[in-house]
């Protein structure tokens, strides 16, 4: 008895921690994310080393709530629905303008985070999520997204690190099963790249301006950079895989289609020409400096972005495949528009990534992993399955019209 009331008092002191770290805003920079609710599981492996993530990009909910939005919505949620129960991810991944922010009203414009993740909560998958463009407006603030999920406890893995520029900027680690206290196997990072509207900004929808930088800052930048040294010497100084998620794509990404998106080496439509990409040029040169950097020295082995409704490609770093001297920088991936809502027809599905390891080494070497990629459509079939490996760029795809059926 006296046991569980410490236990529950001890309880209710880490809850109000938690809270609290996620309110503050004075904490320096480069403070450690709040940790997960202690009734959070870790991530872990399947029995077959394999971590598979569904990513849900681009899903705008909220629109023109008078007239077809609210169909749209419908259809939405029946495609996860799909997805999730046709692919049974470990984690799914909603990569930014969940909210259509300019058609929201401000009494209630967070609650479509309830419509979003129901099917999550439906079929208990775990989620994480980053912000985009359209998920700060006038009348929707990424901030009450983020306390809307909070309230999710123990599925939604969506975190905050304070004194960074923008709301999702954190990582999650992954775990062999029943190795909480060990080496993770890896590490999913996931950043923020802003722009929108300010909270509160023009008196109305219609005129309401994209005041917020729409690239991902350079405290950002430099926070990603020391924490991926400071998790490596956490384990010992070795290298630990990982991949990323952040909704606006990177300059690397218009750089990636100005050398050529061939459909038979890079299968996915490519019909966003050119790239809407971070910032106007070189604002986002931080970030894109240590993504580059972290793939020689920390293991990244891919980012994955949404926003290009009309993108849906995975292409080497641009340089890279061109001689012998291997790869230079990560992988470049597109999602799947996935939303009903949001720009264009381009038929819904989702990006599946497979990440799987090898068997544990006794020497305390990296862990292996190979990333296997497809996207699972609406209609059941999948497309594109590719392999993003040492000959991914060389490998030939039998494509048609840009996509391949299996
Ligand atoms: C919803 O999906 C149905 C069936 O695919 C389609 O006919 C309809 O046009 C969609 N509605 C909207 C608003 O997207
Ligand atoms: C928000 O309120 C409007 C009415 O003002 C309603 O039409 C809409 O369905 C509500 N949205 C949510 C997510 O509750
Ligand atoms: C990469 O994957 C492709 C497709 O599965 C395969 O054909 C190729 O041999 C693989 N390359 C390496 C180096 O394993």
């Known amino acids: 008895m006296a046991l569980s009331v410490t236990a529950s008092l001890l309880f209710a002191l880490i809850t109000a921690y938690s809270l609290i770290s996620l309110l503050t805003t004075t904490l320096p920079p480069n403070t450690k994310p709040p940790p997960p609710t202690p009734s959070q599981p870790p991530l872990t492996l399947s029995p077959s080393h394999t971590f598979k993530l569904a990513l849900f990009s681009d899903l705008h909910y909220g629109e023109q709530e008078s007239s077809w939005g609210i169909d749209q919505d419908a259809n939405s949620t029946r495609l996860l629905h799909h997805i999730l129960s046709a692919e049974n991810p470990d984690l799914a991944v909603l990569n930014g303008d969940l ?115 729409n690239w991902v800052g350079p405290g950002t930048a430099r926070w990603f950079r020391d924490e991926a040294s400071a998790l490596r010497a956490r384990y010992g100084g070795v290298l630990l895989p990982s991949v990323a998620f952040v909704h606006i794509p990177p300059t690397v990404f218009l750089a990636a289609q100005r050398r050529g998106i061939d459909p038979a080496l890079f299968p996915g439509v490519n019909e966003d020409v050119p790239v809407a990409a971070q910032g106007t040029g070189r604002e986002d040169g931080g970030f894109v400096d240590v993504l580059r950097e972290e793939r020689i020295r920390g293991g990244l082995h891919s980012v994955f972005v949404g926003h290009d409704h009309g993108n849906a490609w995975c292409a080497l770093w641009p340089g890279d495949g061109e001689d012998e001297t291997g790869g230079r920088g990560p992988f470049l991936c597109f999602g799947r528009h996935t939303g009903y809502g949001g720009y264009g027809d381009w038929t819904r599905g989702s990006r599946i990534v497979r990440l799987r390891f090898g068997d544990e080494k006794g020497d305390g070497s990296a862990d292996e992993m190979e990333v296997e990629t497809w996207v699972r459509m609406e209609g059941g079939q999948v497309v594109t399955r590719v392999m993003l490996n040492q000959t991914y760029g060389r490998d030939r795809y039998p494509t048609a019209n840009g996509e391949f059926h299996e």
């Open 99 to 213: 909210i259509t922010g300019e058609n929201t009203f401000r009494h209630n414009s967070s609650a479509y985070v309830h419509r979003i993740v129901a099917p999550m909560v439906d079929t208990q998958t775990p989620w994480a999520s980053t912000y985009g463009n359209h998920d700060s407006k006038a009348n929707l603030r990424r901030e009450d997204m983020l306390r809307v999920e909070r309230g999710y406890g123990a599925l939604s893995y969506t975190r905050t690190t304070a004194g960074l520029e923008g709301i999702t900027n954190y990582y999650l680690l992954i775990y062999r099963p029943g190795r909480r206290k060990g080496r993770p196997v890896g590490v999913l990072w996931f950043f923020d790249s802003r722009g929108g509207g300010s909270y509160g900004g023009g008196s109305g929808p219609a005129d309401e301006e994209d005041d917020i930088p």
